[in-house]
């Protein structure tokens, strides 16, 4: 990524910190941690800034697919289609390992996914080790009970982010029925501790509209929730092709979430979210990467191509692999995208890189 690219995501990400421990203002008991939180965030930048001088590009984020598992069997789930692998789940010791070195390159933040990470205390347990790295998990919360709302009380650096589709109708029509009761109860024990929490919405051709207005999520706001992130819909399944965003209804993602950091009081997260801005795709390591729960090291969730295992490699060396800097090499290429994910749209050229390393 070129210094210019690097410079602005580091700063809109330390943005985001900033206005998280403005709004923890309102909560002092969440204010020490912000601002501890922001710290951190401040080296971690000054780290990877060293690592590039020396030809190392560390991405921020990494996202990590802790399980396949899952206590739901939502409606057009990419996770079930793209990483159904019957192979073992890497370790607690490993994520340890990996947690490790993480620290050690300058990555900040790890969002957890699955399948239901909730399912694995145990990596859970791990991530509580590190409190320098920010954890957002993703979860549909059906597992979520007073004593993990503890455990993310007293481990403020994990965040719950709740999986939803929008109201009740829509996301129990995905994800099943109880889903969204599940939810409004555990809301109540959630704000009862003050903590702070997120929700995750599923941007669709439908949806778009009633997900990123100011009045439907002033609900949430008022049910104690501070974290949001729009994740446009990818049409894993070619017969839901109609859901993907329009478009007219793509450009307008990014300025309408800048819209609500200024008005609302809350964190709003788009993904992939305006990549032109960063010269286009942030998948490889530019941004982010992605490892599967067999250890398998991927660009991104959406595009499940890989030549590392890292359970038999470091994650400097899964930077550094030839599938990854192929990748990086074609981010020019991977500007314009239908579906959310640039990769999962311009798939036959990221073949055309694997069967070519």
């Not at 669709?204 to 002033?218: A, C, F, H």
């Amino acid at each position: 990524m070129q210094d210019e690219h690097r410079d602005r995501f580091d700063s809109n990400i330390l943005m985001q910190f900033r206005k998280a421990a403005q709004i923890a203002i309102k909560t002092p008991s969440q204010l020490p941690f912000f601002t501890k939180a922001l710290l951190n965030q401040i080296r971690a930048v000054g780290l990877r800034k060293k690592l590039a001088k020396q030809g190392v590009q560390v991405p921020p984020l990494l996202i990590i697919s802790i399980t396949n598992r899952c206590n739901l069997n939502c409606r057009g789930c990419y996770s079930k289609v793209l990483h159904n692998d019957t192979r073992e789940e890497f370790s607690a010791a490993r994520f340890r390992e990996i947690l490790a070195e993480a620290v050690e390159l300058g990555i900040s933040t790890i969002l957890l996914a699955g399948g239901e990470p909730l399912v694995r205390r145990d990596i859970l347990d791990v991530a509580s080790e590190f409190p320098q790295i920010i954890f957002p998990i993703f979860t549909n919360a059906m597992l979520m009970d007073a004593d993990y709302i503890d455990f993310f009380k007293q481990h403020p650096h994990m965040i719950p982010v709740v999986s939803l589709e929008g109201r009740e109708v829509q996301t129990d029509e995905r994800r099943g029925d109880g889903v969204y009761a599940n939810f409004l109860k555990i809301c109540s024990g959630l704000k009862e501790k003050k903590l702070f929490w997120g929700i995750s919405f599923t941007l669709t051709s439908e949806s778009n509209k009633l997900l990123l207005s100011q009045e439907y999520l002033g609900e949430y706001l008022g049910m104690g929730c501070r974290l949001f992130f729009f994740v446009e819909y990818v049409p894993i399944d070619p017969s839901s092709k109609h859901l993907v965003l329009t478009p007219l209804q793509k450009a307008r993602v990014q300025p309408t979430v800048d819209m609500l950091m200024d008005k609302l009081p809350g964190l709003f997260i788009a993904f992939p979210g305006d990549e032109e801005q960063y010269g286009g795709c942030l998948a490889a390591g530019r941004g982010f990467m992605h490892i599967n729960p067999s250890g398998m090291v991927e660009p991104c969730p959406f595009a499940p191509f890989s030549d590392v295992d890292i359970r038999f490699s470091s994650l400097r060396e899964a930077l550094d692999s030839k599938l990854m800097a192929r990748i990086r090499a074609k981010h020019h290429l991977l500007k314009e995208t239908e579906g959310g994910c640039a990769l999962w749209a311009n798939r036959e050229e990221v073949f055309g890189v694997v069967e070519d390393k």
